[in-house]
């Protein structure tokens, strides 16, 4: 995946060669182009202002911020509503990034960021579903940044979402199906999102 936007990182594809300098790359281009596409569409859709939230960025195994008195879980990403921060581990984006590709990162970081936006609309709007309704903005935000140039999808960035999404679902006990569903939920939820927009993830 390669990110157009801002004008300081026009230029700048996406890393092919794994690692660590390579997944921090992804991680910052990232948050630019997800941050970036809500600071374009979220107040025209929910007709309120838009504050991003704080990126604590990365941390390693169990060293990472805590949430409400809760220590971060190693090998987790997350986001924490009482103080409005996104933080994952690196060795969860690392392993990702070499496993599947930059893509893993996006989606990683569009989906913490969904759980931000529902922190930021109103309750009626937040799905019972939570995980997959992030996933579905995920999509909404990833598919949205493409079309307003923030980001451009290279070969095999389809497949490697869609790979991302099912590794996410049957690898890691924190995403287990209960809460987060199933690979093809998610799969499914991540689709909506990309194809019909925000409001169509959007409780009613």
């Given at each position: 995946?390669?990110?157009?936007?801002?004008?300081?990182?026009?230029?700048?594809?996406?890393?092919?060669?794994p690692g660590a300098a390579a997944t921090t790359a992804a991680?910052?281009?990232?948050?630019?182009?997800?941050?970036?596409?809500?600071?374009?569409?979220?107040?025209?859709?929910?007709?309120?202002?838009?504050?991003?939230?704080?990126?604590?960025?990365?941390?390693?195994?169990?060293?990472?911020?805590?949430?409400?008195?809760?220590?971060?879980?190693?090998?987790?990403?997350?986001?924490?509503?009482?103080?409005?921060?996104?933080?994952?581990?690196?060795?969860?984006?690392?392993?990702?990034?070499?496993?599947?590709?930059?893509?893993?990162?996006?989606?990683?970081?569009?989906?913490?960021?969904?759980?931000?936006?529902?922190?930021?609309?109103?309750?009626?709007?937040?799905?019972?579903?939570?995980?997959?309704?992030?996933?579905?903005?995920?999509?909404?935000?990833?598919?949205?940044?493409?079309?307003?140039?923030?980001?451009?999808?290279?070969?095999?960035?389809?497949?490697?979402?869609?790979?991302?999404?099912?590794?996410?679902?049957?690898?890691?006990?924190?995403?287990?199906?209960?809460?987060?569903?199933?690979?093809?939920?998610?799969?499914?939820?991540?689709?909506?999102?990309?194809?019909?927009?925000?409001?169509?993830?959007?409780?009613?």
């Amino acid at each position: 995946m390669a990110t157009l936007s801002p004008a300081a990182d026009r230029a700048r594809l996406s890393v092919d060669a794994p690692g660590a300098a390579a997944t921090t790359a992804a991680e910052r281009t990232a948050v630019a182009a997800v941050d970036g596409f809500w600071r374009r569409n979220f107040t025209q859709l929910f007709g309120r202002p838009y504050q991003s939230p704080r990126v604590a960025g990365g941390y390693r195994g169990s060293n990472g911020p805590i949430c409400a008195g809760q220590p971060a879980l190693a090998f987790n990403a997350f986001y924490c509503p009482s103080q409005d921060f996104l933080a994952w581990d690196e060795n969860l984006m690392d392993a990702g990034y070499q496993r599947v590709g930059d893509s893993w990162v996006y989606l990683v970081v569009a989906h913490e960021w969904g759980h931000a936006i529902q922190s930021r609309i109103n309750r009626y709007q937040v799905s019972l579903a939570t995980e997959l309704q992030a996933d579905c903005l995920a999509g909404a935000t990833l598919a949205g940044a493409q079309r307003d140039g923030l980001i451009r999808l290279q070969p095999g960035d389809n497949e490697e979402l869609a790979a991302t999404l099912t590794v996410l679902a049957d690898t890691y006990p924190w995403t287990n199906h209960g809460s987060h569903g199933d690979a093809q939920q998610r799969v499914a939820s991540y689709n909506l999102g990309a194809g019909q927009g925000v409001l169509a993830c959007i409780a009613r």
